[in-house]
């Protein structure tokens, strides 16, 4: 059974970084095929994919956040974390980690959420 649990401050003040951990077990990070993303969602609205990295180590964005994201893996702790940079209050949300598979396709395996409420 995979699980995932996100970790990390509930408060950040506008312009600095947010940073979240995701911790796995049940599966490795690095297993082929899996793809490991993070998810948002802003109250009041819906699920924002914001990126993922691969089995492999590489690493895939939305567009619209590419230029202030960047997610990472420690493979010896069977952890990926995303930093989000220069934070306003619009990016107040439940964060999420989940587990998904090839094409993009979520497998089912979510993290329980945190909430990030950016403000000064």
């Known amino acids: 059974q995979v699980q995932l649990q996100e970790s990390g401050p509930g408060l950040v003040k506008p312009s600095q970084t947010l940073s979240l951990t995701c911790t796995v077990s049940?599966?490795?990070?690095?297993?082929?095929?899996?793809?490991w993303n993070w998810i948002r969602q802003p109250p009041g609205k819906g699920l924002e994919w914001m990126g993922a990295?691969?089995?492999?180590?590489?690493?895939n964005y939305s567009p619209s956040l590419k230029s202030r994201t960047s997610i990472s893996r420690d493979t010896s702790k069977n952890q990926f974390t995303l930093q989000l940079y220069s934070v306003a209050p619009e990016d107040t949300a439940v964060y999420y980690c989940?587990?998904?598979?090839?094409?993009?396709?979520?497998?089912?395996?979510w993290g329980q959420g945190t909430q990030v409420t950016v403000s000064s």
């Open positions: 049940g599966a490795s990070i690095t297993k082929n095929n899996y793809y």
């Open positions: 989940a587990l998904g598979g090839v094409a993009g396709r979520l497998l089912g395996y």
């Open positions: 990295i691969a089995y492999s180590g590489s690493t």
